[in-house]
């Protein structure tokens, strides 16, 4: 697995991911810094920007390039032409689409901060940034929510066109549901009501936001079920080189 | 007889659509065997189930006398592959294709890769991407990796696709090479005879889906031979003079007016002499070569591929 895991990393190398993530969270970074009241505004806004905004956009992103790119360098009939069940190379997939979203995310967090810091925001402490990191840690797993759809629509449509409009509709989507009264169901929406449900918990934030177990539950299940389907298609599917 | 590869009625349905119907193919150890037929004949389908990337509707491939199913993967191990492209990762160089390659094959010696990119000869482009490789690059870097892990078995799909004359001789010496030197059993398959029938040891041709026929060197060479072809104005009596004035009894009649004879080639001046005595006109006669490439035109009825 870890030869697996390591091809899928290597496969990455002068892509163009290594441009798309520091220019994300550069933009977040700024975005959210700017303008801040305190240490909590920045971070707090950042990670929104994330769960309903660039979140869906840029995992999903990712998940095509890393499943697309298969097929578009007509890789796809070597790859699993290796001495491997398939499920492992999904899985391979999976966890270098994971650190890509980590790499992402972290990254922000650390503009974040370097910008508050330029632009003199008051009262950081250690104790607040491992808060933070925490915080983070979640928002990472449920950014990770959205990798299974974009997955499945990638290897069914075998270039990461579909998986990004989906990710960018999800965005879009996302910030007007919030209102609606269901809305809390839709991925992006329960992801940043989830967040702002926990900076209550953990006192960042003023606001009293109940954690909703629908909204969590919505969560697993569009994270579970795409899963469940892709990983069975991509094990049974034939393999075409998508020419 | 130690058998490779065999399958058994191996078929493929795509709706209404048979690509590949009761396919019985075998590959004997040593082989290099040709499969050969027009584009869109069934080659890479059948390639694809033989290799596991695609399930058949029905019928069931053995390689190294254990069944193939996508559940056992281990076969792959002593197989080297190239099908349908030479597929490898234009953002990475050569090296570092192979290099993933070693680690996913678990070969521990990492000299090997010097080893074949010199024997493909892309030594010297080792360190470049691969996105600025011509196509003949691409397909040496293919054929590069699919011998990295020393294969038992090299099954390649079209290999001279985007070659020019050069790369195509270097490919098909590195074929018998392989063969000969390290006792690989080869399957390559082609829409274009002339490219691989001088180097294989067997011919398998595909039309529609189906495997028309399997030869072996032999009858390659068969098909090969030279004859005498006349054209003449009563062919019955010239055969009956062939049989009666020079005992010659391996002919053909192809069609009215025309007779092949595959013996006594020296004798054709005295046979034309023969027939004009006997008052039969001659409007040709030369000295011609039954091409494979006939022969395959025949079978598979088309004259545009191959």
């Given at each position: 697995m870890l030869s697996i895991l390591y091809s899928e990393i290597v496969k990455l190398k002068r892509s163009l991911v290594f441009?798309?993530?520091?220019?994300?969270?550069?933009?977040?970074?700024?975005?959210?810094?700017?303008?801040?009241?305190?240490?909590?505004?920045?971070?707090?806004?950042?990670a929104v920007f994330w769960s309903i905004?660039?979140?869906?956009?840029?995992?999903?992103?990712?998940?095509?390039?890393?499943?697309?790119?298969?097929?578009?360098?007509?890789?796809?009939?070597?790859?699993?032409?290796?001495?491997?069940?398939?499920?492992?190379?999904?899985?391979?997939?999976m966890l270098a689409i994971f650190i890509l979203i980590t790499t992402s995310i972290t990254m922000s967090f650390i503009f974040t901060i370097i910008f508050g810091l330029l632009t003199?925001?008051?009262?950081?402490?250690?104790?607040m940034v491992i808060k933070y990191i925490q915080f983070y840690v979640i928002l990472i797993i449920m950014e990770f929510a959205f990798v299974p759809i974009a997955a499945f629509l990638t290897i069914l449509s075998k270039n990461y066109i579909l998986s990004t409009g989906f990710g960018v509709a999800t965005s879009l989507i996302g910030g007007v549901l919030a209102s609606f009264k269901l809305g809390?169901?839709?991925?992006?929406?329960?992801?940043?009501?989830?967040?702002?449900?926990?900076?209550?918990?953990?006192?960042?934030?003023?606001?009293?936001?109940?954690?909703?177990?629908?909204?969590?539950?919505?969560?697993?299940?569009?994270?579970?079920?795409?899963?469940?389907?892709?990983?069975?298609?991509f094990r049974k599917m034939d393999v075409h080189s998508g020419s | 007889m130690d058998y490779i590869l065999k399958t058994y009625n191996l078929t493929k349905k795509y709706k209404d659509i048979t690509a590949v119907e009761n396919v019985n193919m075998t590959i004997k150890k040593g082989d290099i065997y040709g499969f050969i037929g027009k584009n869109g004949a069934g080659k890479t389908t059948l390639i694809r189930m033989i290799?596991?990337?695609?399930?058949?509707?029905?019928?069931?491939?053995?390689?190294?006398?254990?069944?193939?199913?996508?559940?056992?993967?281990?076969?792959?191990?002593?197989?080297?592959?190239?099908?349908?492209?030479?597929?490898?990762?234009?953002?990475?160089?050569?090296?570092?294709?192979?290099?993933?390659?070693?680690?996913?094959?678990?070969?521990?010696?990492?000299?090997?890769?010097?080893e074949v990119l010199e024997l493909v000869n892309l030594q010297h482009v080792s360190n470049k991407k691969v996105k600025g490789f011509s196509l003949g690059m691409k397909q040496r870097l293919g054929i590069a990796r699919a011998l990295l892990h020393k294969p038992e078995f090299l099954i390649l799909d079209e290999p001279t696709n985007g070659l020019d004359p050069v790369g195509i001789k270097e490919i098909r010496q590195l074929i018998i090479d392989l063969a000969k030197t390290h006792g690989i059993t080869i399957l390559v398959s082609s829409h274009i005879l002339s490219e691989i029938h001088q180097m294989v040891t067997r011919i398998g041709i595909i039309n529609n889906g189906h495997l028309l026929e399997e030869v072996g060197y032999e009858a390659i060479k068969e098909r090969n031979r030279h004859f005498i072809e006349a054209k003449v104005s009563n062919d019955k009596k010239a055969a009956y003079l062939l049989?009666?004035?020079?005992?010659?009894?391996?002919?053909?009649?192809?069609?009215?007016g025309i007779i092949r004879i595959y013996e006594?080639?020296?004798?054709?001046?005295?046979i034309n002499k023969i027939f004009v005595k006997n008052g039969i006109d001659v409007a040709e006669?030369?000295?011609?070569?039954?091409?494979?490439?006939?022969?395959?035109?025949?079978?598979?009825?088309?004259e545009n591929n191959a």
């Open positions: 441009i798309v993530i520091p220019l994300a969270a550069i933009i977040t970074a700024i975005l959210s810094g700017f303008n801040a009241k305190d240490w909590h505004n920045a971070l707090i806004n950042n905004l660039m979140g869906p956009a840029i995992a999903s992103l990712f998940t095509g390039y890393v499943f697309a790119n298969e097929y578009l360098d007509k890789t796809i009939n070597n790859l699993l032409a290796y001495p491997y069940a398939a499920y492992k190379f999904f899985i391979g997939k003199n925001i008051p009262g950081l402490n250690i104790e809390h169901l839709f991925p992006s929406t329960a992801a940043t009501m989830t967040l702002y449900s926990i900076a209550g918990k953990l006192g960042f934030s003023e606001h009293s936001l109940q954690i909703s177990v629908p909204s969590i539950s919505s969560l697993v299940f569009y994270f579970v079920i795409p899963l469940i389907v892709s990983l069975a298609y | 290799t596991g990337l695609i399930n058949p509707t029905s019928g069931n491939v053995e390689i190294f006398g254990h069944p193939v199913s996508r559940g056992n993967k281990a076969f792959l191990e002593r197989i080297g592959t190239i099908i349908e492209f030479p597929g490898s990762y234009q953002n990475l160089t050569a090296r570092e294709n192979l290099e993933m390659h070693r680690r996913l094959m678990r070969v521990s010696d990492k000299k090997r890769i010097d049989e009666n004035h020079f005992a010659i009894e391996n002919y053909s009649i192809i069609e009215p006594s080639l020296e004798n054709s001046p005295a006669i030369k000295i011609s070569k039954d091409t494979l490439e006939d022969y395959f035109l025949k079978l598979t009825g088309g």
